[in-house]
T-cell receptor, first 113, second 113 residues
Framework: NAGVTQTPKFQVLKTGQSMTLQCAQD?????MYWYRQDPGMGLRLIYY???????DKGEVPNGYNVSRLNKREFSLRLESAAPSQTSVYFC????????????FGPGTRLTVT | SQQGEEDPQALSIQEGENATMNCSYK?????LQWYRQNSGRGLVHLIL?????REKHSGRLRVTLDTSKKSSSLLITASRAADTASYFC?????????????FGGGTRLMVKP
């Protein structure tokens, strides 16, 4: 099993450009999450999907949209990138909401100039 | 805002010594989890402790939870150079909107050979 995969690994955008970060998991997990991690800080939740067909805002949703395409895939879109969105983005999944661990992807390092 | 705050922010020890990291949080929780992050990688789950548990062990890891003080500690015994990483606590609160993990800022541990 590949676990949680993310593409791309690195991306440089100019202010105002758009892009979609892709995430897929092969563990048949119900819940999926998108986080951002700024230098020297912990993770902050952007959006999550508790189950297929549902999405909800997390702590820092402004400037982002998400799509839960199917049970395996959860994408994050930046419609008009801003320098403040320069960060490392992590996707995670877990079996179900509740007392279960989350499994993380390797991250996408995004720079907006 | 971050629910969990780790202390210290950075810790440097010699191989073979024990490493203790602390986490404090603000509101009542359902469980608390510890994760490790190696440089440039995603997070890896270490251990989960539920609010009705006081102590858990996993290999060289010992986690305690004191709900009256709203704090937890992670002890790594007989540390190794490979334990060099950042360690994050994450708290979880169950609610109708969907359970989410809230991460602290992390402790950067360096174990010198």
């Amino acid at each position: 099993n590949a676990g949680v995969t993310q593409t791309p690994k690195f991306q440089v955008l100019k202010t105002g450009q758009s892009m979609t970060l892709q995430c897929a998991q092969d563990m048949n997990h119900n819940s999926m999450y998108w986080y951002r991690q700024d230098p020297g800080m912990g993770l902050r939740l952007i959006y999550y999907s508790a189950s297929e067909g549902t999405t909800d805002k997390g702590e820092v949703p402004n400037g982002y949209n998400v799509s839960r395409l199917n049970k395996r895939e959860f994408s994050l879109r930046l419609e008009s990138a801003a320098p403040s969105q320069t960060s490392v983005y992590f996707c995670a999944s877990r079996e179900y909401r509740g007392s279960y661990e989350q499994y993380f992807g390797p991250g996408t390092r995004l720079t907006v100039t | 805002s971050q629910q969990g705050e780790e202390d210290p922010q950075a810790l440097s020890i010699q191989e073979g010594e024990n490493a203790t990291m602390n986490c404090s949080y603000k509101t009542s929780i359902n469980n608390l989890q510890w994760y490790r992050q190696n440089s440039g990688r995603g997070l890896v789950h270490l251990i989960l402790i539920r609010s009705n548990e006081r102590e858990k062990h996993s290999g060289r890891l010992r986690v305690t939870l004191d709900t009256s003080k709203k704090s937890s500690s992670l002890l790594i015994t007989a540390s190794r150079a490979a334990d060099t990483a950042s360690y994050f606590c994450a708290t979880e609160i169950y609610n109708n909107a969907g359970n989410m993990l809230t991460f602290g800022g992390g402790t950067r541990l360096m174990v010198k050979p």
